[in-house]
């Protein structure tokens, strides 16, 4: 009953751009954090950044500087603005939602995964 769907993955070039955008949708109240995780072949699954519904951020050391997290609380959208693209950050990103559903539970989503790689 809530769905959350990951889009903007694609092939760039080293120094390039990509933004990810994930929609939450369904029997929603609220949404807390939303995040953009990572995992890299043959890696464990990573945070690369997260937003709470204040608009307060984090990111991993890899990510700051080159990456932009953005939500849109109408919308129920986080977006994730990747600059300077570096092979390295090729990976599966996973959107994940803290959600507060209307029958007053929390839980955490995850999505589908999208395919983020980096040619050098």
């Known amino acids: 009953q809530v769905q959350v769907v990951e889009s903007g993955g694609g092939l760039v070039q080293a120094g390039g751009s990509l933004r990810l955008s994930c929609a939450a949708s369904?029997?929603?109240?609220?949404?807390?954090?939303m995040a953009w995780y990572r995992q890299g072949p043959g890696k464990q699954r990573e945070l690369a950044a997260a937003?709470?519904?204040?608009?307060?951020?984090n990111y991993a050391d890899s990510a700051k500087g080159r990456f932009t997290i953005s939500r849109d609380n109408g919308k129920n959208t986080v977006y994730l603005q990747m600059n300077s693209l570096k092979p390295e950050d090729t990976a599966v990103y996973y959107c994940a939602a803290r959600i507060f559903k209307i029958n007053y539970r929390i839980d955490d989503y995850w999505g589908q995964g999208t395919q983020v790689t980096v040619s050098s």
């Open positions: 369904g029997n929603i109240l609220s949404i807390n954090t």
């Open positions: 937003i709470t519904s204040g608009g307060s951020t």
